[in-house]
């Protein structure tokens, strides 16, 4: 009888467990649809002011947000250094300095200087020297009174000479030492650095007294007369871009709006999957400095669009909704509406655009489009208390 009696006696628990969950998967279910809906009397209907209305058409300026910065073109940050390295004997720069084309930046100290100088004298010396050779022996050859070899070592003497010269020359002009003043005698150990643009001293690299390398950066100067905008803008966004579209710039400590256009739109990707718009200023605001992080708004044209009054729209916990209107009871005078996540497009005029979930048409259904919050405030309310 045990051995009967206890296979029928775990069989009527493990059915009645089934039965128990159902119930309680229903009951979640229930509560899950239940949720996102409040019901309201009629007096509350009232005294809450709600005003139903419906979808309408509107046509929207559509605006891509976007981040980027203020920068200048290439030819306008200047990185200057020497190709030789020696000691800063002077220099009064600071960063923030404005200085103008031509402005002494430093002046650097070196004895090879000298070298370089006195290597050029004597090598313009013996030019000369083998000059006055190489026509010697083109006068004595028309008269036949030298041999060829001879013409030809003169030649070849004077033609390395002259290509030497040319090269210390250079080299010197190079360095930055003025060569019309070593042609005349005048030779000296110093240098001047001068500022190459006009504009802002932003990066000083050197003080009085410091050994400076050959290629080291001493200076940074930026002319601001060409600001513009490098914006950067996803890659699903690139076929809504056009050059010459409005853009609105703001920097992140000011309130107004920088208005300009895109100038040009770069054809790579980075890596980040974006590319690179640039954009140039209607007006340059004195405010604006390289590389200041700013917020843009593209302005990529007009659309028609499925639209709600602004305050149709709430926002709860990070997700947009509106409350649609099912209908009221005649009977026990109840006014039942559903909330509905949505996504909230671009606003315009009071009105903003709706983009709702997949299969979802509210076409001439009754929204909330006043009284929102104190739908959801009530919806709240009830959750607690549940």
């Known amino acids: 009888m045990k051995n009967i009696f206890l296979p029928l006696i775990l069989l009527v628990l493990l059915s009645s467990c089934d039965v128990l969950t159902e119930t309680n998967q229903e009951q979640v279910n229930e509560n899950q ?73 430093a002046v650097i100290e070196n004895p090879d200087f000298i070298q370089f100088q006195q290597e050029y004298l004597d090598t313009q010396s013996k030019l000369e020297y083998a000059q006055a050779e190489f026509q010697r022996q083109t ?55 001068s500022a190459p643009i006009s504009g802002y001293v932003t990066t000083v690299n050197v003080n009085i007294g410091k050994h400076i390398s050959p290629a080291e950066v001493l200076f940074e100067i ?28 703001m920097l992140g400590n000011e309130t107004h709006e920088h208005e300009g256009e895109v100038f040009l739109i770069n054809h790579k990707i980075n890596a980040d999957r974006t590319v690179n718009v640039h954009v140039h200023f209607d007006a340059k605001g004195e405010e604006m400095m390289p590389k200041t992080y700013i917020k843009g708004m593209i302005e990529t044209g007009n659309q028609l669009v499925w639209a709600l009054p602004e305050q149709a729209f709430i926002l709860s916990e990070g997700k947009e909704y509106v409350f649609v209107y099912i209908g009221g009871n005649q009977q026990s005078a109840e006014h ?51």
């Open 222 to 249: 930026v002319n601001i007369e060409h600001l513009h905008a490098e914006l950067n803008v996803f890659e699903r966004d690139i076929p809504k871009l056009k050059v010459g579209q409005r853009v609105r710039v």
């Open 33 to 105: 649809d239940i949720s996102n809906k409040v019901i309201f009397s009629d007096t509350q209907f009232k005294n809450a002011e709600i005003v139903l209305g419906e979808l309408s058409k509107k046509t929207i300026s559509h605006t891509l947000i976007v981040n980027g910065m203020i920068d200048v073109p290439p030819q306008n940050l200047i990185s200057i250094s020497i190709p030789i390295g020696g000691f800063v004997k002077h220099t009064d720069m600071i960063q923030g300095l404005k200085v103008k084309k031509g402005d002494i930046l």
């Open 336 to 386: 039942e509406f559903e909330m509905l996540e949505v996504k909230k497009g671009m606003s315009e005029g009071g009105f903003a655009e709706v983009i709702l979930p997949a299969n979802i048409d509210l076409q001439g259904k009754k929204l909330v489009i006043k009284g929102a919050f104190t739908i959801l405030a009530k919806m709240k309310n009830i959750e607690e208390e549940e």
């Open 139 to 193: 006068e004595m050859k028309r008269e036949n009174v030298t041999s060829d070899k001879l013409v030809q070592l003169s030649t070849a003497d004077f033609k390395s000479l002259q290509t030497r010269l040319k090269a210390l020359e250079q080299h010197i002009k190079t360095i930055g030492i003025n060569i019309e003043q070593v042609k005349k005698g005048n030779i000296t150990n110093q240098i001047s650095i």
